[in-house]
């Protein structure tokens, strides 16, 4: 059974960090794309980062550049987000995704599994 199980969520102050982690379980996530994913009240969901299976492709929305990193430790089966001088309208639950097709980094539709999210609030 294929699981992502996110962690590190909570509640922080604006201008302050979190370091979300995900672990994969159920089949070899070596050459997945994973990616982490937001969806805030009332919004669509949209890719925050994404990182393809061998490191030489990488996607941050626009609004994080300069703030959030994504990275992997592939042999864990692990990918991380670090969250820096965090915003108020970085609330939202964010979810671990992984594909293994062949799609844009920053297609949320092609991300086939999901974690159950995890919530980040911060506050003004």
């Known amino acids: 059974q294929v699981q992502l199980v996110e962690s590190g969520g909570g509640l922080v102050q604006a201008g302050g960090s979190l370091r979300l982690s995900c672990v994969a379980s159920?089949?070899?996530?070596?050459?997945?794309?994973m990616g982490w994913i937001r969806r805030a009240p009332g919004k669509e969901r949209e890719i925050v980062a994404a990182r393809s299976w061998n490191g030489l492709r990488q996607y941050y929305v626009d609004s994080v550049k300069g703030r959030f990193t994504i990275s992997r430790d592939t042999a864990k089966n692990m990918v991380y987000l670090q969250m820096n001088s965090l915003k108020p309208e970085d609330t939202a639950v964010y979810y671990c995704?992984?594909?293994?097709?062949?799609?844009?980094?920053?297609?949320?539709?092609?991300?086939?599994?999901w974690g159950q999210g995890t919530q980040v609030t911060v506050s003004s």
């Open positions: 995704a992984a594909k293994f097709t062949t799609t844009l980094l920053a297609d949320v539709s092609g991300y086939d599994y």
């Open positions: 159920g089949r070899s996530f070596s050459r997945s794309d």
